[in-house]
């Protein structure tokens, strides 16, 4: 990730003082509520695994990945910023609008992020072919992924409390970004490879 600028720090520093401990409690709750239905989710998909015949393992790293892609905090509700500015939809003295223009323009930072975000869960959802490695291999593969996933959200639960606004939004961007590392694409597409990297690409300007 690029080096930030002083200038640049400091305007994220100044938007993000401006939300209420209120704003910042209730993107923690909604932001808690995904990692921990993200976890049930994964506890299941990691107990099916064994029971996944070998040419039903590409149906299920595919499943794996979309279930990951909407327990991901990328919704209104776990932004400080929409939950303080968005009610009424016109954003006025929002800091984010501010820094990364308004997330409903067609060019901010938002924007951006999440079409490619979507474009990435078209990619996965389309991928009907098959496995890009031997069976023992995919089911070793989808086992780390779940592993690791299940770490990046219990760390994500257990770090939340503590941050004020500035570093929710850090924290945000990164946790992304991790799940989105710990995706099986190796057993997927490279057209869903190629869209995960705009994703993550993306997210470089996510915050």
Known sequence: MPKMRPHR?????????????ESLHAAKEAIALKCEEHLRWLALFEERLEA?????????????SLMTLGHLPTRPETCPFCIQYGRDRECRGCGY?????????????????????????????QDTGGLN????????????????S???ASS?????????????MERKAAYI??????LP????SEDVRESCRCVREALENYW
């Open 185 to 188: 694409l190796i057993l997927l």
């Open 52 to 64: 996944v015949g070998p040419s039903e393992l590409h149906k299920f790293a595919r499943a794996l």
């Open 133 to 148: 490695c031997p069976p023992s291999e995919a089911r070793k593969l989808l086992r780390s992924s779940i592993c690791d």
């Open 97 to 125: 609008a501010a820094t990364h223009c308004r997330c409903d323009s067609d060019d901010s930072a938002f924007s951006l992020f999440i079409e490619a975000f979507q474009e990435l869960g078209r990619a996965i959802y």
């Open 156 to 168: 994500m639960l257990e770090d939340l409390p503590s941050d004020c606004a500035l570093k929710l």
């Open 177 to 182: 970004d991790l799940m989105l590392a710990h």
């Open 150 to 152: 299940i770490d990046a």
């Open 9 to 21: 720090i400091s305007e994220l520093e100044t938007a993000a003082s401006a939300i209420t401990q």
